[in-house]
């Protein structure tokens, strides 16, 4: 699949088949988000690969935008002490952006197999971290759900007119 066509056809999939994913696949999407870049090279980024259903269904009761059933989820987080040890007091800032950056190449990635994924910010963090096992210095940024998809939405409108300016903000 070529790069911009990928951009312009992955869409946020929350119905799935009940067709697994298997751990190659999983573990090449996790790749493909460490070589996102990263802030000084920091690579703060850390990655837990949930596919147990058990263990999905107690994230989805911490995370209202889980919809469906999933196959597998990543949880994409961030070494908060590693990160300010690295980068001072942006740290913290650069490790988000950073963890950012690889959910969107895991999402790319999870498209170009045929996966279907979407990110989810809305999750009781404490929680997710007692749940997953988390340091403290290891926070939840985002959580990316994946399956084969049971869907294919059409895109949005794009308000190119309305987001985009040159040299200056008008």
Not at 6 to 32: C, G, H, Y
Not at 140 to 147: A, M, S, Y
Not at 153 to 164: H, T
Request: proline share 6%; with cysteine; aromatic share 8%.
């Amino acid at each position: 699949m070529e790069l911009f066509e990928a951009i312009k056809t992955r869409r946020s999939i929350r119905a799935f088949s009940n067709e697994p994913i298997s751990q190659e696949i999983l573990s090449e999407l996790v790749n493909a988000g460490v070589w996102a870049p990263s802030a000084g090279n920091m690579q703060a980024w850390r990655f837990i690969i949930i596919t147990d259903s058990n263990q999905i269904e107690k994230i989805k009761n911490l995370s209202p935008g889980i919809f469906g059933k999933p196959k597998a989820v990543i949880a994409v987080c961030s070494d908060f002490d590693e990160a300010t040890k690295k980068s001072g007091l942006q740290g913290e800032r650069f490790a988000i952006i950073d963890a950012s950056m690889a959910a969107e190449n895991i999402l790319l990635a999870a498209h170009d197999k045929g996966l279907g994924a979407c990110v989810i910010g809305s999750f009781h963090e404490l929680a997710l971290q007692r749940l997953l096992n988390l340091p403290p210095n290891i926070k939840p940024i985002l959580l990316i759900i994946l399956g084969f998809p049971a869907e294919t939405p059409k895109p949005p409108k794009r308000k190119f007119e309305e987001i985009i300016w040159w040299e200056v903000y008008k």
